[in-house]
C-alpha cells in the first residue's frame, strides 16, 4: 500500500521560506516519480515538481522556478520541497503524489499530470500572508 507522510505546511510572511517533507512508502523508489502539487481556492491542482527517483531528474512550473527547490533522502525515502521567497499566490494545499515515472512524464507532456497520478497524500496548508 502507497503511503505518505506530509510534514511542513503553515504560515509564512511574504518573501519567506517554509520546507515541506514527504515521507513515503509501499513502492520501489528507483521505480517512480515523486511530485508535489498544489491547489488554491477555486483553480485546478497543478504539478508544480517533481522528481525522478531513477536519476533524480527534477521539473519545476514555470511559477516556482528559481525559488522551489525539490530534493530526495532516498535512504529515508523522504521526498523534500524547499520553498524560497514565497508569494500569496503561493497559498494553497500542497500535495504529495506518486506513480510510476511514465506516468507523471506522460501527463506532463498532455498536460494531465493531476489525473493521471493514482497515489496522493492527505495534503498541507500553506498560507502567504502580504
Known amino acids: 500500500e502507497v503511503q505518505f507522510v506530509e510534514s511542513g505546511g503553515g504560515l509564512v510572511q511574504a518573501g519567506g521560506s517554509l520546507r515541506l517533507s514527504c515521507v513515503v512508502s509501499g513502492f520501489t523508489f528507483d521505480d517512480y516519480a515523486i511530485g508535489w502539487f498544489r491547489q488554491a481556492p477555486g483553480k485546478e491542482r497543478e504539478l508544480i515538481s517533481c522528481?525522478?527517483?531513477?536519476?533524480?531528474?527534477?521539473y519545476y512550473s514555470d511559477s516556482v522556478k528559481g525559488r522551489f527547490t525539490i530534493s530526495t533522502d532516498n535512504a529515508k525515502n523522504t521526498v523534500n520541497l524547499k520553498m524560497n521567497s514565497l508569494k500569496p499566490e503561493d497559498t494553497a494545499v500542497y500535495f504529495c503524489?506518486?506513480?510510476?515515472?511514465?506516468?507523471?512524464?506522460?501527463?506532463?507532456?498532455?498536460?494531465?499530470?493531476?489525473?493521471?497520478?493514482?497515489?496522493w497524500g492527505q495534503g498541507t496548508q500553506v498560507t502567504v500572508s502580504s
Open positions: 503524489a506518486a506513480d510510476q515515472a511514465a506516468r507523471m512524464i506522460n501527463g506532463i507532456i498532455e498536460g494531465t499530470v493531476a489525473h493521471r497520478i493514482r497515489y
Open positions: 522528481i525522478y527517483g531513477s536519476d533524480g531528474a527534477t
